[in-house]
């Protein structure tokens, strides 16, 4: 995510290390790097100009924090005009009425009916809503099938009339069945186009004007950059959308787009799109961006990931196991079941600060875990409960089922083993006594 920015920003910050003090003449040349970058990822070049503008009159009259760094000093700097420039604070999402209508709008390709799947099952699982899915895209080939698909992925209806082509009168029957069988959110996907057009613009409108949505929301595919902050103006122009949702953040992304689109249309980013998954969605919080853009990674947010895969029952019933010796493959490849849940593991691994730059030319495969998976379920249910009676063998058999070389079947076996050990001593007391232990091997 915005690897490339996040280098460029790196190394224009770099200019000012070693120095004593910040001058003019420093922060200058610093602060021309960065709006270097900040326009070679799609950034408008006023809004980089000002961008940069406003860190130079806070750089130079600075003294509150004298005894950092000059370095460091320009880099929280930067960090907060970032965040201020992407909307300041976390923006939330309207779900005052009953029920609460929501409006996607958006060009087509932008991800707008998988974005629609997402923030469904989002509301289904973090806000305990029933939400109806409203198929009201008449155009395009097989958009309707693909929101039905959607919704049986994640177990949420989806209400169509084939036999309709008014999309406004489709939307207006959706919000009636919804009122009628309890749900309490509906999400209306609506056509896209290939581009802003007048008849695109006023079927949407049509259908605002019908509904009164509580939320209109832009869907903008952040890999098409200044495009999409010009797409946004047009389409607010004429619907004064609430705010905008960012898709393919995961994907080869300049970052232009969620750097300036709310300084154009002044709306807040809501949520971003950052994978294929369901899951795959996240509140954007201009701070945490700010920090992954700079390099800082995002603690939070990688806690708040695992903490919603976390189970205390599980938890409970895998501490007994270990202080029982009976941790097996099965319960395995439930931790690594809950590990993919969390999203991509470059996303992941960027939000561990300075793990990013460090992998950065690494190959961070999502699939890191299918040969495991693949070992784990070539074996019968008595070897993934007592690895210790798999044999030379068993081995062969296993490599064999799995697609994969006894080596592996070995490499595996053997990390298991002394993972199992680890966690066994971690149990009780014998946490403090591996502190101990790892403290005499200094």
Same mark, same amino acid.
């Given at each position: 995510m915005f690897d490339n920015l996040s280098d460029k920003l790196d190394k224009a910050l770099h200019i000012l290390k070693g120095h004593g003090q910040i001058t003019e003449i420093n922060v200058a040349e610093t602060l021309k790097e960065v709006r270097r970058a900040l326009v070679d990822a799609d950034v408008n070049y006023k809004i980089a100009k000002d961008f940069t503008a406003r860190v130079k009159e806070k750089a130079i009259g600075e003294n509150v924090l004298k005894s950092l760094k000059p370095g460091q000093l320009m880099v929280k700097l930067v960090k907060d005009e970032l965040t201020e420039l992407m909307g300041g604070d976390a923006a939330g999402i309207n779900l005052s009425d009953s029920p609460s209508i929501i409006l996607m709008s958006g060009l087509q390709g932008s991800g707008k009916t998988t974005f629609s799947g997402k923030l469904a099952n989002y509301l289904k699982n973090k806000k305990t809503k029933k939400p109806l899915l409203v198929a009201c895209d008449v155009y395009r080939p097989a958009a309707i099938d693909q929101l039905h698909v959607v919704g049986e992925q994640i177990n949420v209806e989806v209400f169509s009339d084939r036999g309709n082509n008014d999309p406004v009168a489709i939307a207006k029957a959706g919000v009636a069945h919804a009122k009628a069988n309890g749900n309490n959110v509906v999400i209306i996907d609506t056509a896209g186009r290939l581009a802003v057009d007048e008849?695109?613009?006023?079927? =949407?409108? $049509? %259908?605002?004007?019908?509904?009164? !949505?509580s939320e209109t929301l832009f869907v903008v595919d952040s890999m098409t950059g200044q495009d999409a902050v010009n797409t946004a103006k047009a389409f607010n122009d004429v619907l004064n959308f609430d705010g905008v949702i960012l898709t393919k953040l995961d994907g080869d992304t300049r970052g232009g787009a969620a750097i300036s689109i709310k300084s154009v249309v002044n709306k807040p980013i809501k949520f971003i799109g950052t994978g294929e998954k369901m899951e795959a969605i996240d509140v954007f919080y201009p701070s945490r961006m700010a920090d992954r853009i700079l390099g800082m990674g995002d603690v939070v947010s990688l806690v708040e990931r695992a903490q919603e895969q976390f189970d205390e029952e599980e938890a409970r019933k895998l501490q007994k196991k270990i202080a029982k010796n009976q941790f097996g493959f099965d319960d395995f490849l439930?931790?690594?079941?809950?590990?993919?849940?969390?999203? $991509?593991?470059? &996303?992941?691994?960027?939000? =561990?600060?300075?793990?990013?730059?460090?992998?950065? $030319?690494? /190959?961070? &495969? &999502? /699939?890191?875990?299918?040969? %495991?998976?693949? =070992? %784990?379920?070539?074996?019968? !249910?008595?070897?993934?409960?007592?690895?210790?009676? %798999?044999?030379?063998?068993?081995?062969?058999? =296993?490599g064999k089922g799995s697609g994969t070389s006894i080596q592996q079947v070995n490499q595996l076996l053997k990390q298991f083993d002394q993972m199992s050990k680890m966690m066994k001593m971690m149990q009780g007391g014998g946490g403090k006594r591996m502190m101990q232990m790892m403290g005499k091997m200094r």
């Open positions: 008849a695109m613009m006023t079927e =949407i409108e $049509n %259908i605002h004007k019908a509904i009164s !949505p439930k931790q690594i079941q809950q590990i993919k849940k969390m999203g $991509n593991m470059k &996303d992941l691994v960027g939000m =561990i600060p300075g793990a990013g730059k460090m992998m950065k $030319n690494m /190959d961070i &495969d &999502d /699939d890191a875990f299918k040969h %495991i998976e693949a =070992i %784990i379920h070539s074996m019968t !249910p008595a070897e993934r409960a007592k690895p210790q009676i %798999i044999n030379a063998s068993r081995k062969k058999r =296993i």
